[in-house]
């Protein structure tokens, strides 16, 4: 019984440390537009939450932030540090575990329709995270936080949000269920 449990839990740390790389390796992949730059970051928090349990997404955010902090080039853009996860914007990143918490809670309710909405609405707190710690941060107005922090990112978030809910889908459907941290 024992043996089981320390075999699941080791298993658990490196499915973790599999999707903090996997979010690592996401944060590099960027698409420059006219306004913003498009990241896959943001598509691969939704595409982990949707594919494991709300624990082990903490794990994998958690570790992911500690890469960063430890000075490992992970973020987008292949900046790190103390400056990048404290800064103006990084609320976005603290965003992932509400991000991954919404999302959980709606594959909880087993439509798939679900995992679309959770996706969506974690995406879209993500932002709204991501907004007030800059406001607050850089002592930005109210209108100018939202305007810089949440308006230039609904599109894309939205197209990440559906696109994430589709990938997981199609990976839960091969995993049977979703990857557990235990």
Same mark, same amino acid.
């Given at each position: 019984?024992? @043996? ?7 298993r658990g740390i490196i499915y973790a440390a599999q999707l903090a790389i996997l979010l690592a390796i996401s944060a590099q992949i ?13 598509? #691969? ?14 794990? #994998? ?35 992932f575990f509400l991000q991954a918490w919404i999302i959980a809670k709606a594959r909880q309710m087993k439509f798939k329709q679900n ?34 922090? @949440? ?12 696109? #994430? #809910? ?17």
């Amino acid at each position: 019984m024992v @043996i089981t449990m320390a075999k699941s839990r080791v298993r658990g740390i490196i499915y973790a440390a599999q999707l903090a790389i996997l979010l690592a390796i996401s944060a590099q992949i960027i698409i420059p537009l006219p306004l913003i730059p498009f990241t896959a970051q943001t598509l #691969a928090v939704g595409v982990l939450a949707t594919i494991s349990d709300f624990s082990l997404s903490n794990w #994998a955010i958690g570790g992911y932030l500690l890469l960063g902090l430890v000075g490992l080039p992970v973020f987008a853009g292949g900046t790190a540090g103390v400056g990048v996860i404290f800064g103006p914007t990084g609320g976005f990143l603290w965003g992932f575990f509400l991000q991954a918490w919404i999302i959980a809670k709606a594959r909880q309710m087993k439509f798939k329709q679900n995992l679309i909405i959770g996706n969506l609405l974690g995406a879209l707190a993500q932002l709204i995270i991501g907004a007030i710690w800059l406001k607050l941060v850089s002592q930005l107005s109210w209108p100018a936080a939202m305007s810089a922090g @949440i308006l230039p990112f609904l599109i894309p978030g939205i197209i990440k949000g559906v696109l #994430a #809910a589709l990938i997981g889908q199609l990976l839960l459907a091969r995993l049977h269920s979703p990857l557990q941290m235990r």
